[in-house]
């Protein structure tokens, strides 16, 4: 019961001003929630893990690229240092910063996004992108950024890109 507590008070406390929606049935699916930001019409996906207090994030770069946004919420007064894999690259050594001593978080732009590992303070988790759909954010992006092609095509993209 305290995992669904916790997931209870990462969705209510950890919006972040978003209007999370969920893209299947929360606890029976993947828990993935996708949300568009209010100033940019940015499509975001994320996924919590509450019974390790984190929330894995994902969204585009102007450049196509994908970012990867780890937080852990955490009373912290220091830095810490992890191990993370992403794809099928080796583990690297990541610096999570404490952010307002009560969350680490740590940020990546990757190509692609299939699968990470992340340990830390002797646990790991492994994170599957499959479920989430990753190809939808690109394909938003390029309607966003193309929207000339697509009202060609008579569709008119639902969001204007707004991003400087």
Same mark, same amino acid.
């Given at each position: 019961?305290? *995992?669904? $507590? +916790? ?5 209510? &406390?950890?919006? #972040? $001003? ?5 893209? $299947? ?10 949300? #568009? ?12 893990? /509450?019974?390790?207090?984190? @929330? &894995? ?9 994908? &970012? ?6 955490? +009373?912290?007064?220091?830095?810490? %240092? ?9 583990? =690297? ?7 307002? +001593?009560?969350?680490? =978080?740590?940020?990546?732009? @990757?190509?692609?996004?299939?699968? *990470?590992?992340? %340990?830390?303070? $002797? =646990? ?6 499959? /479920? ?11 309607? !966003?950024?193309? /929207? *000339?092609?697509? %009202? =060609?095509?008579? @569709?008119? /993209? %639902?969001? !204007?890109? +707004? #991003?400087?």
């Amino acid at each position: 019961m305290s *995992a669904l $507590g +916790s997931l209870y008070g990462l969705l209510i &406390v950890k919006d #972040r $001003g978003y209007d999370w929606q969920w893209l $299947g049935f929360p606890l029976l699916d993947s828990g993935i929630q996708i949300a #568009r930001t209010k100033d940019t019409h940015q499509l975001l996906l994320r996924k919590l893990y /509450p019974l390790h207090a984190m @929330e &894995v994030s994902a969204y585009t770069t102007m450049d196509n690229n994908m &970012v990867l946004q780890l937080t852990i919420f955490t +009373s912290c007064d220091n830095d810490v %240092e992890a191990q993370l894999a992403v794809n099928h690259d080796i583990e =690297r050594t990541i610096t999570l910063t404490c952010t307002d +001593s009560n969350e680490l =978080r740590y940020l990546s732009t @990757e190509h692609t996004l299939e699968q *990470a590992n992340i %340990e830390i303070n $002797g =646990r790991s988790i492994k994170i599957d992108f499959t /479920p989430w759909n990753i190809a939808e954010l690109k394909k938003d992006q390029f309607k !966003q950024l193309h /929207p *000339a092609y697509f %009202e =060609r095509l008579g @569709e008119s /993209p %639902e969001f !204007q890109w +707004s #991003r400087d």
